[in-house]
């Protein structure tokens, strides 16, 4: 059974740092291509950091809401997806969910980690 | 950046009802395009992938049609837990990018 599990989100003040983390399993995580979405409270889905697999180099791409504070990365070894954030704003408060986005029939999210940025 | 729009941006349906979405793409997505169920509270399910393939698992009254910059939704006979909202999505070129979303809800 394909699964993927978020963790990692919290409280934190603006400015601060978290660290996000998504465990995969039931797939050959390693050949996928993988994705953080968020969703603001009330609001619609936000695409926000895209990593490509091991053929790509790994190539990353990020929002322009997000790019130069956060930082996706994965360990094929360990089946895991990171988003490192830092220098939060206010309106990074989201659920945020990872997933793949793309072409492959395996499209299943995690059930989401809440982020709150709040002083 | 390639825009979504989604028409309408809610409709109320009764069970039974044969619901119709749309999804526009700015410029060209070729298939690139999935469509996505949200329940409140709920993470979202990928409902079609690649404009028209339905997803494991999902039942056979949703189907997706379209390429290029016009996609449609279609859920055959409606039924009480497919009142949610839905999402289309372009993974074609970055920033992958949503729609606004349609909500369905009960007439």
């Known amino acids: 059974e394909v699964q993927l599990v978020e963790s990692g989100g919290g409280l934190v003040q603006p400015g601060g740092s978290l660290r996000l983390s998504c465990a995969a399993s039931?797939?050959?995580?390693?050949?996928?291509?993988m994705d953080w979405v968020r969703q603001a409270p009330g609001k619609g889905l936000e695409w926000v950091a895209h990593?490509?697999?091991?053929?790509?180099?790994?190539?990353?791409h990020y929002a322009a809401s997000v790019e130069g504070r956060f930082t996706i990365s994965r360990d094929d070894s360990q089946n895991s997806l990171y988003l490192l954030m830092n220098s939060l704003k206010i309106e990074d408060t989201a659920v945020y969910y990872c997933?793949?986005?793309?072409?492959?029939?395996?499209?299943?999210w995690g059930q989401g980690t809440l982020v709150s940025v709040s002083s | 950046d390639i825009q979504m729009t989604q028409s309408p941006s809610s409709l109320s349906a009764s069970v039974g009802d044969r619901v119709t979405i749309t999804c526009r793409a700015s410029?060209?997505?070729?298939?690139?395009l999935g469509w996505y169920q949200q329940m409140p509270g709920k993470a979202p399910e990928r409902l079609i992938y690649v404009a028209s393939s339905l997803q494991s698992g999902v039942p056979s009254r949703f189907s997706g049609s379209g390429y290029g910059t016009e996609f449609t939704l279609t859920i055959d006979s409606l039924q009480p837990e497919d009142f949610a909202t839905y999402y289309c999505l372009q993974h074609n070129s970055i920033p992958f990018t949503f729609g606004p979303g349609t909500k369905v809800d009960m007439k």
């Open positions: 990593i490509g697999n091991k053929g790509v180099g790994y190539i990353r």
């Open positions: 410029q060209g997505i070729r298939d690139d």
């Open positions: 039931g797939f050959t995580f390693s050949d996928h291509y």
């Open positions: 997933g793949d986005l793309g072409r492959s029939p395996i499209g299943n």
